[in-house]
């Protein structure tokens, strides 16, 4: 029996991770200079915490979660997205309380049962901040500029931003009404899923994948239409602060989102790059998520991204991380120096220099073949002769270079 990874799954390797860590450590710089930290919660929790946060009518509730019970039959999901599980931990470890303003961020796996292709995977990772506490536009425009910032900082240019107001628990329902006569009228010819939705939640018909769907409902009235003067005011504000700071947008009144907790501001960072599955992060506000999860009434917003959409640009691009290699690899002309050769790399890498040398018993010829496959700096070679002078070469493998060190001095070498 050979075992695969489940379908949907990737394994990430080692010739694969120094790009997911260059980038990694990119966003990680990018939050800390936005003063954003980090909060790692459990990858599964209460399923009701997603059904209640996503929506049931989600695609993510309705199908994709991977929910199943557990030995003492409690229903646990892991998690599909990171807001639900950061305000959960906001809520329950009453983080609200010292600072009028949380500022989080997290990166790490999430998963959904959604049907695998290019760029869409089940187990897939994701990096995303909340900054909770704050109603302010200009709370949405950092959330905004910083997504941006991590992009740029990565060398991607070919992004748009689209933004919209799904307005508030005032405006909407008002809209929704207006929507949902509307799309009463040509209901029969729309697909089985929006018809599904027409009553429940009739913005999501807007954001049908259905061709048929689409056309449709071209004509339909949009939320931007139907907003009240507050949803109004802020969404002029963050369009406002956009232009003031010279990131381009276009306002999309369509875009609602897959997840059913945004109020006014959302958002979504789309590529040209990528194939069909275009979305490289999105996001938006979110005031009635705290409350409705049984916190205080507390406004926030926030953003998603996925990492594989990330990777799949930055190697397109044919970026190169800087590679992790050997600053030295230490070979054993012979038997006798073996020992000394292992006893000195672990010195040296207790004195914090990336050593590597043989585990393999092999020849010298094939230690030193070794050190350019591990691309090694430098090989110093000591035998039975070295040892006995305290002098030995070392060779630069770059430049081909060689110079006569003392033995006692290789530590030094590396860390002046
Ligand atoms: P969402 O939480 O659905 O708004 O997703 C935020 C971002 O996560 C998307 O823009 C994608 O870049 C990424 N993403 C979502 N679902 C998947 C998936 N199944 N596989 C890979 N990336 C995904």
């Known amino acids: 029996m050979t075992y695969r990874s489940i379908k949907g799954t990737k394994d990430i390797l080692p010739s694969e991770t120094p790009l997911w860590q260059f980038a990694e450590q990119t966003i990680r710089d990018v939050f800390r200079q936005f003063n954003y930290k980090e909060i790692r919660t459990p990858v599964f929790e209460t399923t009701s915490l997603f059904a209640r946060s996503i929506g049931e009518l989600t695609d993510i509730v309705g199908k994709e979660m991977y929910t199943f019970q557990d030995r003492s039959g409690d229903s646990i999901t892991l998690r599909p997205e990171g807001t639900a599980s950061a305000l959960r931990a906001y809520i329950q470890n009453n983080l609200g309380e010292s600072l009028p303003l949380t500022k989080v961020y997290y990166i790490g796996p999430m998963f959904r049962q959604e049907r695998p292709q290019a760029g869409r995977l089940r187990q897939f990772h994701q990096f995303g901040a909340e900054a909770i506490g704050s109603p302010t536009a200009e709370t949405d425009v950092e959330i905004i500029a910083m997504t941006l910032e991590i992009y740029k900082r990565l060398g991607i240019t070919s992004y748009t931003l689209q933004i919209n107001s799904v307005g508030d628990e005032e405006c909407r329902p008002r809209y929704k009404e207006v929507l949902r006569t509307e799309l009463l009228k040509i209901a029969d010819k729309l697909s089985a899923e929006s018809q599904k939705r027409i009553s429940q939640n009739p913005m999501r018909v807007l ?90 009434q507390t406004p926030g917003v926030g953003f998603a991204a996925g990492m594989e959409r990330l990777m799949m640009i930055l190697e397109k691009k044919g970026f190169q991380p800087p590679a992790q290699r050997p600053a030295v690899f230490l070979a054993a002309a012979d038997e006798q120096s073996r020992d000394w050769v292992l006893k000195t790399t672990m010195e040296l890498r207790s004195s914090g220099i990336a050593a590597e040398c043989d ?43 060689q110079q006569q060190i003392p033995l006692g001095t290789v530590a030094q070498f590396f860390t002046r």
């Not at 689409?214 to 009240?228: D, Q, R, S, V």
């Not at 350019?372 to 000591?382: G, K, M, S, T």
């Open 359 to 401: 585990l393999l018993s092999r020849s010298l010829k094939s230690q030193m073949k070794e050190a350019d496959r591990q691309q090694a700096q430098f090989a110093l070679v000591v035998g039975a002769m070295e040892l006995e002078t305290g002098t030995a070469v070392l060779k630069n493998l770059t430049d081909h270079s």
């Open 207 to 296: 954001d049908s994948k259905d061709e048929n769907d689409k056309a449709l409902t071209a004509g339909m009235p949009l939320i931007t239409e139907y907003l009240n003067d507050e949803c109004k005011a802020h969404f002029e504000r963050v369009k406002g602060l956009l232009t003031a700071y010279g990131i381009p947008f276009t306002v999309n009144g369509r875009l609602v989102r897959g997840l059913d907790y945004y109020t006014k501001t959302a958002f979504e960072i789309t590529s040209t790059e990528l194939g069909s599955q275009d979305a490289l992060a999105g996001g938006g506000r979110y005031d009635l998520l705290v409350k409705e999860l049984g916190g205080k």
